[in-house]
C-alpha cells in the first residue's frame, strides 16, 4: 500500500512540468527511507535534467533509500553525461520501484539491467496504467517503436 502511496506522489510530480519536456517525456522520481520521502523531482523543461538526477540533487544523501519513477530509469545518456540508473546506483540507492518500462530502442531494459547488476532490487509495472494515463506516455510510447 505504501508503494502505490509513493508511487502516485512519483506521478503527481511529474504533472508538474507535463508537456513541457519535449522531446523527452516527463517523468517523476521519488526517494524514500524508512517510510519518509527525502526528495522529488520531475524531468526539467526542455527534456534535461531528467527527474532521477534532480531528485539526487535535492536528496542531498541517498543511501538506502527506494526510488519510485514512473519511467525505467535511462541506462545510457545519448548527450554523454551519466545515465540515471548510474546515478541511482551511486547514490545507493536499495530498490527502485517503477511504473513503466521504457519503449524507446536505444534505452530499453538498459537501466534495469545496470539496477540488477549493481544489486539493486528493481520491481516494476506499480500503476503502469495510471502514469500511462496521468502522463500522456501512451503518444510518447508510439513515437518511441516507429
Not at 40 to 66: F, I, K, N, Y
Request: proline letters at 5%.
Amino acid at each position: 500500500m505504501q508503494d502505490e502511496t509513493f508511487m502516485r506522489a512519483a506521478i503527481a510530480a511529474a504533472k508538474v512540468n507535463l508537456g513541457k519536456t519535449a522531446p523527452n517525456p516527463v517523468v517523476g522520481c521519488v526517494l524514500v527511507r524508512d517510510g519518509v520521502i527525502l526528495a522529488s523531482g520531475a524531468t526539467a523543461p526542455g527534456g534535461r535534467p531528467h527527474a532521477e538526477d534532480r531528485a539526487l540533487q535535492a536528496a542531498g544523501d541517498a543511501t538506502g533509500a527506494t526510488a519510485y519513477v514512473t519511467l525505467e530509469p535511462c541506462g545510457a545518456r545519448s548527450s554523454g553525461g551519466t545515465s540515471c540508473s548510474q546515478l541511482l546506483v551511486e547514490a545507493g540507492v536499495a530498490r527502485v520501484v517503477v511504473a513503466c518500462d521504457d519503449p524507446s530502442p536505444f534505452a530499453a531494459g538498459r537501466g534495469s539491467e545496470r539496477l540488477e547488476a549493481a544489486g539493486i532490487v528493481v520491481q516494476t509495472g506499480l500503476l503502469a496504467e495510471e502514469a500511462m494515463d496521468a502522463l500522456d506516455y501512451a503518444a510518447w510510447f508510439l513515437t518511441q517503436r516507429s
